[in-house]
């Protein structure tokens, strides 16, 4: 038969245990509704936007130049187009973009493009503010086929405080000028 001191002292031993197993339980669960926390802060961004793009080749102020990587020549192009998307509803856009041909000496597709100027203006005139770089290749039917990421580093309003990331993805028609076409991004906002 086992002595009084010695059942308490089993009991203590499974007190201890049961309480280390509350406290791991109670950490799991604190660490589970931070994530859930942090995840609520994401909110889908999906946006389309009809564009135009005026080209100045070479670039004329020297900011943007050839890189080992993409030899041909340089382009600046500004974008403004209108758009709608959620969460932001109708909005206006507004890039300065650095464009470099893949060809050496030429302005040829396959490009690079890269701006840290890409804003989009709601409505009410809160702000998103992002930075952008992708490829551009021809298709078969003429036009530049656009594809890349964007981040979005600021904002004002309600986005004042926004992160976030996702795809651009678009076409245009880069043979009139201004070029003509459309571009949508498709990610996650936090604000």
Known sequence: MMSFDRRIEMLHCDARRQLTVYALCAAALASVAADATAKDKFEPLVGTAQITEMLVVPSPDGACQATAEHPGLTATGKIAGQGLGTPIGSFAITSVDCIRSDVPGQFFPPFAF??????????????????????????????????????????????????????????????????????????QITR
């Open 114 to 187: 890269s701006s840290s100027t890409l804003t989009l203006t709601a409505r009410n005139g809160d702000q998103l503010v992002a930075s952008y770089s992708g490829t551009g290749t021809l298709s078969p039917l003429g036009l530049l086929v656009l594809t890349g990421r964007y981040t979005i580093s600021s904002g004002t309003g309600a986005y004042r405080n926004a992160g976030g990331s996702g795809s651009l993805s678009g076409v245009e028609d880069i043979s009139t000028q201004p070029a003509r076409g459309f571009v949508t991004l498709s990610g």
